[in-house]
Nanobody
Framework: QVQLVESGGGLVQAGGSLRLSCAAS????????MGWFRQAPGKEREFVAA????????AYADSVKGRFTISRDNAKNTVYLQMNSLKPEDTAVYYC?????????????????WGQGTQVTVSS
């Protein structure tokens, strides 16, 4: 099991930017594909972005393509989500997740470990 702690959420105006961080501990970070998901009030948790163990392969939800970028620093055991051109509909709790396989996936059930989440609120 890997422990995940997200940070970097907050309140931002539409059009602004935020960078989320997720620090991992407990296992060898390079053995894990990582993902970001989000859940808005009254909605189901949904996929946002994912990358493989090296960061060479990435995947994005259509709703964030061109605006969000996932990256990772394996030396720091950290995965990031850079969010630009934020919209009010991006408001949600954002969760970091790890899967015990090196590849990336976009499905919630493929992930084994989850962080506690960080709130992102985008005002119009």
């Amino acid at each position: 099991q890997v422990q995940l702690v997200e940070s970097g959420g907050g309140l931002v105006q539409a059009g602004g930017s935020l960078r989320l961080s997720c620090a991992a501990s407990g296992r060898t970070f390079t053995n894990y594909g990582m993902g970001w998901f989000r859940q808005a009030p009254g909605k189901e948790r949904e996929f946002v972005a994912a990358n493989n163990w090296s960061g060479s392969n990435t995947a994005y939800a259509d709703s964030v393509k061109g605006r969000f970028t996932i990256s990772r620093d394996n030396a720091k055991n950290t995965v990031y989500l850079q969010m630009n051109s934020l919209k009010p509909e991006d408001t949600a709790v954002y969760y970091c997740a790890a899967r015990g396989v090196r590849s990336s996936r976009a499905t919630i059930s493929d992930y084994d470990d989850w962080g506690q989440g960080t709130q992102v609120t985008v005002s119009s």
